[in-house]
């Protein structure tokens, strides 16, 4: 509410001073025709500007009006689903909206935008209080953009919903995937990230430089089709050995009525002698 209130002073100041302007200055007012602000630094005249900033696009109405709507829009859009969240940043997106709001009713109403103010110690383009909101207010806006510097929890805390679930699926899909932490060729990535060490007790990991494809998740092992084992043979039986014969003394061996005698024979009868 109170952004609306300040653009619609900021809107009843412009056109005031505009429509002062077209009463009291005549059109293309020189030397002493004009109105006498700061003596050397500043005057007021009366020119209608057909164009935008600096004279540019002349004649082209309806495209810059229509571009006007739109980036009021878009400014819009962005301060409601707080995608500029600083209270910095919403105090001078809505001044640059106010400005853009003043010259584009102006190009509706007329088809020009009145211009007043004329510097004179150097060559600048004619300008009026819309333009100044654009202008200084822009300016400090993409200043504020470059600058503002805010920890990542604040950050993470203000950003718009559709950023915040895109990050966290983009979280949960790096976990899925291990090569999905690897930055694509375009995406910038830090150099502490880089050379910072994955294991702290590992003195030799702080000196590896560049990307390394971490090591794919094992498969998990299928399990073996089930096979029936196959039944046991039966065991042979044991085969009794047969009992030995016993060893028969040796029969004399037969002989024709004659007597044989073995040497044992003959020495025991030399022996008695």
């Not at 196959?230 to 002989?255: G, H, K, Y």
């Amino acid at each position: 509410m109170l952004y609306a209130i300040v653009v619609v002073l900021i809107l009843i100041a412009d056109q005031a001073v505009k429509f002062y302007t077209t009463k009291n200055i005549l059109l293309n007012a020189v030397g002493a025709d004009c109105v006498k602000l700061i003596d050397g630094v500043v005057h007021m005249t009366n020119v209608h500007n057909y164009g935008a900033a600096f004279g540019i696009f002349q004649n082209a109405r309806w495209p810059l009006t229509i571009l006007s709507a739109v980036f009021v829009v878009a400014i819009i859009v962005l301060i409601s689903r707080e995608i500029i969240h600083t209270r910095i940043g919403r105090w001078l997106a809505v001044l640059v909206v106010a400005g853009a709001l003043g010259n584009c009713i102006d190009r509706l109403l007329y088809g020009y935008v009145v211009d007043m103010f004329e510097v004179e110690f150097f060559n600048f383009a004619v300008f009026n209080v819309a333009d100044i909101f654009i202008t200084v207010c822009g300016i400090l806006f993409c200043i504020h953009l470059l600058v503002h510097n805010e920890p990542e929890a604040v950050r993470e805390a203000n950003e718009p919903e559709f950023i915040r679930r895109r990050r966290e699926a983009k979280a949960a899909a790096a976990k899925d995937d291990p090569y999905a932490a690897i930055p694509k060729r375009g995406e910038h990535r830090s150099l502490e990230d880089e050379l910072a060490p994955e294991d702290p007790d590992d003195l030799f990991s702080e000196w590896s430089f560049g990307d390394e494809i971490p090591a794919p998740k094992p498969e998990p092992a299928s399990e073996p089709e089930y096979e029936p084992s196959p039944e046991p043979e039966p065991e042979p039986e044991p085969v009794e050995a047969p009992a030995e014969e016993p060893e028969l003394p040796e029969e004399p061996e037969e002989t024709d009525g004659e007597e044989t005698y073995s040497l044992d024979d003959i020495l025991s009868e030399f022996g008695d002698l």
